[in-house]
Nanobody, 123 residues
Framework: QVQLVESGGGLVQPGGSLRLSCAAS????????IGWFRQAPGKQRERVSC????????YHADSVKGRFTISRDNAKNTVYLQMNSLKPEDTAVYYC????????????????WGQGTQVIVSS
């Protein structure tokens, strides 16, 4: 069965860093684009970052450009989201999903989703 599992969330102070992991089972994730989305309390789910399967191109929402980095480790069948210079507004449940990337990727482009991992940025 196709499954994605996020991990690495937690509580961090503003300006701090976290690395989220998205581990795949049931398929080889390097054949798919992997996107990260987040949903803050009372807010709509929004795109964060995405990495393509073909040429490794990456895309980021304007709100995280320069702070977040997405990468993949094919040997571990895992995609990572390195989050630096975290702000309180980054607080959300973060989800990874398998699908397709583009500069304005959206959740409807993705068919397989993880369960989410909570990130809280607070002093």
């Amino acid at each position: 069965q196709v499954q994605l599992v996020e991990s690495g969330g937690g509580l961090v102070q503003p300006g701090g860093s976290l690395r989220l992991s998205c581990a795949a089972s049931g398929f080889t994730l390097d054949n798919y684009a992997i996107g990260w989305f987040r949903q803050a309390p009372g807010k709509q789910r929004e795109r964060v970052s995405c990495i393509s399967s073909s040429d490794g191109s990456t895309y980021h929402a304007d709100s995280v450009k320069g702070r977040f980095t997405i990468s993949r480790d094919n040997a571990k069948n895992t995609v990572y989201l390195q989050m630096n210079s975290l702000k309180p507004e980054d607080t959300a449940v973060y989800y990874c999903a398998a699908g397709a990337c583009g500069s304005k990727f959206e959740e409807t482009w993705f068919g397989s989703w993880g369960q989410g991992t909570q990130v809280i940025v607070s002093s």
